[in-house]
């Protein structure tokens, strides 16, 4: 293919600020950037001197470039960050972390419910966040069910109670559902609650005290004792929540890099509460600076999650950064209110940036013992099986209940271990039940018979079985076209499956190791083994509910989603359905005389 003429492309490109796309020449994203003046940033690309390699690499790699014009850089941000989120491209920094934040939801309803809520915002109230991980949620739920005593069942439960519930008993509900609480009395506990979420931890106890004093002076001790336990149990939370310091609102961010490896630590804190803290290690290409590292993840960490993440009021980095004043517009019209971005702080904020830096250095050490471990595991299992390289492992293993329901696992480990995107599930059909041969053959062929691309093919593929498991995988590959052979293994029990007696099974069972019950190699295999059984049990267990779930009318061809429910409305249920005649199944809306008759064969089992 020709080479991309950007000499043509720039005379004819826009100073305007905007967004331009890199493409490469299978027409693959491999590089979004944004710019104020799209013209002179696209054309920096193509200098005599490019400095550094990467940029180089990206370059040499160009086939095209498109360019979206927006009115504001702020506008250029937010389509960067999404079209980095939607492509993924290689040359990007990539913040790995698809999970939207969890929140606390308190609903709209006439006795509104508080609940942990992750994704779209589509049901009605008010939501409170982020929070770090669901944990934190989850923590924050356990302590205010009992401070607050507001419902937090789902609406079904709270709709068919006749009677109170356990948590009235334990008394972290007030039973709006059975009426043991007037409406003013429960819309009171929901007022405190939304102080408490909106961090006016304050205003809540100040209330409390209040409603104890007039309970205490109109000599309902049983209700000032109720209000004094829950003003202790608010000062508890906030001692252990308690941050020594001024600042009410705040992301302190932490940044280590070491070994070819790149830590991020986000420290949150909230109403002088530390929220919590995460740990990202962002795909960083070869050659990245820091500053490209860190402009990256915060315009990808804020401008990404646009509704989803609270922009909090004052971030403190590391260092100053290059468009840091860009970043802090564009942050601040986002945000709709001032936002402060600082790299040069002292006092209080920079012990709590010394602690996010020193927690970022720590993540890259754990992670780097790990890999070490991993590291060490695949060079002894190389030395085991004679091999001179492993850079992908497979595992296969069979799943079923009495020949029902079988389902065939392959999981998957490359350099770093367990590569779960490529973990792959097969429903087995066609064979004789209970045939684990028969099981495996069919997973094999679903796996490789179309595979054309040899970095797909593994160095090692493990058979979890004896050794007709593993002939038959070895009968398949008898005929195997590629370059590339894997090497099969099969991996059999011993005599009491007992872990660390495992027998490695090579050409047929003719040659077997056994490897020491401690070794390295062994925990390895044991690792794919282990993990190729639980996605097969766990894919088994799925397919095994959803036919149990799975009405007898979903598997009639013609009878959708409103037939069945019209022939269950119409005729009384499920029961009142199998015992209709012909005519009867007729005269339901919807249903013809060719449907109804073969409903009712279908249901008395007649051909």
């Not at 205010?144 to 356990?166: G, W």
């Not at 043991?180 to 106890?205: C, D, M, N, P, W």
């Not at 590291?375 to 190389?382: F, I």
Request: hydrophobic letters at 35%; charged letters at 25%.
């Amino acid at each position: 293919m020709a080479e991309f003429d950007h000499k043509s492309f720039l005379k004819t490109l826009s100073t305007e600020p905007g967004v331009y796309r890199m493409y490469d020449k299978e027409h693959q994203v491999i590089y979004v950037g944004k710019a104020k003046n799209l013209k002179k940033r696209v054309s920096s690309y193509f200098r005599s001197n490019i400095p550094d390699s990467k940029t180089r690499v990206l370059v040499s790699n160009i086939f095209n470039i498109e360019v979206t014009l927006t009115n504001t850089e702020t506008e250029a941000l937010l389509l960067e960050n999404n079209l980095i989120k939607k492509y993924q491209p290689r040359y990007n920094i990539l913040l790995r972390d698809d999970k939207s934040y969890p929140y606390i939801l308190l609903t709209a309803h006439k006795h509104p419910r508080i609940a942990f809520h992750r994704g779209a915002r589509k049901q009605k109230g008010e939501y409170y966040g982020p929070f770090p991980s669901s944990a934190a949620v989850s923590e924050s739920l356990r302590l205010m069910q009992k401070i607050f005593p507001v419902r937090q069942c789902e609406d079904a439960y709270y709709r068919a109670r006749s009677r109170p519930c356990l948590q009235y008993q334990l008394k972290r509900c007030s039973a709006p559902c059975v009426d043991k609480v007037t409406q003013s009395e429960y819309a009171e506990q929901v007022e405190l609650v939304r102080q408490f979420l909106s961090g006016k931890s304050h205003l809540v106890i100040e209330a409390l005290v209040a409603k104890m004093e007039s309970a205490s002076m109109a000599l309902n001790f049983e209700a000032a004792a109720k209000f004094r336990d829950q003003i202790a149990l608010l000062r508890q939370m906030q001692e252990q929540q308690s941050v020594a310091g001024n600042f009410a609102e705040m992301d302190v961010i932490g940044f280590a890099q070491r070994n070819g490896l790149c830590a991020i630590h986000m420290l949150m804190i909230r109403d002088h509460k530390i929220l919590g803290s995460k740990t990202y290690f962002p795909k960083v290409p070869k050659d990245s600076t820091e500053d490209e590292i860190l402009t990256s993840f915060v315009g990808q960490y804020y401008v990404s999650n646009g509704s989803n993440a609270r922009i909090a009021n004052d971030i403190v980095l590391p260092f100053e950064l290059a468009e840091q004043k860009e970043l802090t517009e564009a942050l601040t019209q986002l945000a709709q209110r001032k936002v402060y971005v600082r790299s040069n702080v002292r006092a209080e904020r920079a012990n709590y940036l010394a602690l996010a830096t020193k927690n970022a250095l720590n993540s890259i050490m754990v992670k780097q013992s790990a890999q070490d471990a991993v590291s060490k595991r695949y060079a002894l299992l190389k030395e085991a099986v004679g091999l001179v390289d492993i850079q992908r492992m497979e595992c296969f293993d069979i799943s079923h209940t009495m020949g029902e329901n079988t389902v065939a696992s392959c999981v998957v480990f490359d350099a770093q271990g367990p590569n779960t995107k490529e973990y792959r599930r097969y429903n087995v059909t066609g064979i004789t039940p209970g045939d684990d041969y028969a099981a495996m053959d069919f997973a094999l062929h679903k796996r490789y018979s179309k595979v054309a691309d040899e970095s797909k093919v593994p160095d090692i593929i493990f058979i979890d079985g004896g050794k007709g498991q593993l002939a038959r995988a070895e009968a398949f590959f008898e005929n195997w076209k590629l370059d590339k052979m894997p090497m099969l293994i099969g991996v059999a029990k011993g005599t009491s499956r007992k872990p660390g007696l495992e027998t490695l099974l090579f050409d047929g069972g003719r040659k077997t190791i056994n490897l020491e019950s401690d070794s390295p190699a062994l925990h390895l295999i044991q690792h794919i083994r282990d993990e190729s059984h639980r996605f097969a049990i766990a894919g088994h267990r799925n397919k095994r509910q959803k036919q149990r779930t799975q009405s007898v009318l979903e598997e009639i061809g013609g009878v959708g989603n409103k037939r069945r429910q019209a022939l269950l409305k119409y005729l009384g249920g499920l029961q009142g359905v199998k015992s209709a005649n012909i005519q009867q199944l007729g005269q339901v809306p919807g249903i013809s005389p060719q449907l109804a008759e073969k409903i009712f064969n279908h249901l008395h089992d007649k051909a």
